[in-house]
């Protein structure tokens, strides 16, 4: 079965600390891993993504390492602000037929950036 | 760019009544759409993937007769809830994507309470 399993389900982090947050598949065959954050009543939001060819991408402040091998990639969040607090999703896409792909997605992580 | 915009953002209605969510891509031309279903403090859980044109392939466990879903051009579609009991209360978040890509792009969300 196509599984995301993420970890953390919650966590607490002071304010200039590094967030990380881990996610681990199954299915070889995904190819394309975006990570999405989500505030309270809003729909989420794409925050970067990695394909398996690279092992590491780096945006501003959030950086994605990954572990083809391992079938492991993770968030890392660093100089965590008040700000970010919010829910934080990975997921992996897996062309799905007639030009589309879907989104497997895990259970998401509750950050908790504290001052 | 990429902006998905949902209506209404809020819906209250009375047991047995249908309702009408709308979902639009305002900055590109999106060929397949989808319609996920949130519970509180849980992740995304898909519910059908419409291409333009095309009939919707539902997920499994997903009444078709209950949710119809129409995807009539490359900018919009709707997920009808057809005689909404209160336990379809819930968070539905439409996504769309652009031709043969993997990037899934959501939009804020409507929240419906059937009373």
């Known amino acids: 079965q196509q599984q995301v399993k993420q970890s953390p389900q919650s966590l607490i982090v002071q304010k200039g600390g590094i967030s990380i947050i881990n996610c681990a598949y199954e299915n070889t065959a995904f190819d394309y891993f975006p990570w999405y954050q989500q505030f309270p009543g809003k729909g989420p939001a794409l925050l970067i993504a990695i394909r398996p060819d690279v092992s590491e991408k780096k945006e501003g402040r959030f950086t994605i390492s990954f572990n083809k091998s391992a079938k492991q990639f993770s968030l890392h969040i660093m100089d965590s602000q008040p700000g970010d607090s919010a829910t934080y999703f990975c997921?992996?896409?897996?062309?799905?037929?007639?030009?589309?792909?879907?989104?497997?997605f895990g259970k998401g992580t509750k950050l908790s950036v504290i001052p | 760019g990429a902006v998905v915009s949902q209506h209404p953002s809020w819906v209250i209605c009375k047991s047995g009544t249908s309702v009408k969510i709308e979902c639009r891509s305002l900055?590109?031309?999106?060929?397949?759409m989808f319609w996920y279903r949130q519970f509180p403090k849980q992740s995304l859980m898909l519910m059908a993937t419409?291409?333009?044109?095309?009939?919707?392939?539902?997920e499994q466990g997903v009444e078709k007769d209950k949710f119809l879903i129409n995807h009539a051009s490359l900018t919009l579609s709707t997920l009808t809830v057809t005689s909404a009991h209160p336990e379809d209360s819930s968070f539905y978040i439409c996504s769309a994507s652009a031709v043969v890509r993997e990037t899934q792009y959501f939009g804020p969300g409507t929240r419906l309470l059937v009373l």
């Open positions: 997921a992996a896409s897996l062309y799905s037929g007639a030009g589309s792909y879907q989104l497997t």
């Open positions: 419409s291409n333009e044109g095309s009939k919707a392939t539902y």
């Open positions: 900055d590109f031309q999106a060929t397949t």
